[in-house]
């Protein structure tokens, strides 16, 4: 894979709802089927003033974080980061910066559109695979 490349999940039958209803499915199966993970999201949507966002960006808030962050390894890598999108949503400048780093820094970084693709990046994770890169 080219250093500049992010993989993509799940393009050709995205998630047609909600990006937020994507990321409340996203958690839910990672509350039930893989609750032994340690993860977070980082809540960088939504609009706000302009003086709270200042001040979340004071506090450490990074424009560009993935949706979803697991820290716990697995054999091939030391974490995962997943970017959700829907349908026609595309990765901004910051978030391909966050991603790219993230391979960069030994995670598997990818951007998933599908709950089946999300399925299959996460039981491929917790089984200790390497995650093949869709063509």
Do not use: W
């Not at 393009?11 to 909600?18: D, I, S």
């Not at 409340?24 to 609009?47: D, M, Q, R």
């Not at 450490?60 to 959700?84: C, F, M």
């Not at 990765?91 to 990818?110: H, I, P, R, V, W």
Request: aromatic share 10%; proline share 4%.
């Amino acid at each position: 894979m080219d250093s500049n490349t992010i993989p993509v999940h799940g393009k050709k039958k995205p998630y047609l709802g909600r990006e937020e209803y994507f990321q409340e499915a996203a958690t839910s199966i990672l509350k039930v089927k893989y609750k032994h993970l340690n993860y977070f999201h980082v809540p960088n949507e939504g609009k706000r003033t302009a003086g709270y966002n200042a001040k979340l960006k004071r506090q450490g808030l990074k424009s560009g974080v993935s949706d979803i962050i697991i820290l716990t390894p697995n054999k091939h890598y030391r974490g995962l980061a997943i970017e959700l999108k829907v349908r026609t949503g595309k990765t901004s400048d910051n978030q391909k910066a966050f991603l790219l780093q993230c391979l960069s820094d030994g995670y598997y970084a990818c951007v998933c559109y599908s709950t089946d693709s999300l399925l299959d990046i996460l039981a491929r994770y917790v089984n200790d695979e390497v995650i093949q890169t869709p063509v």
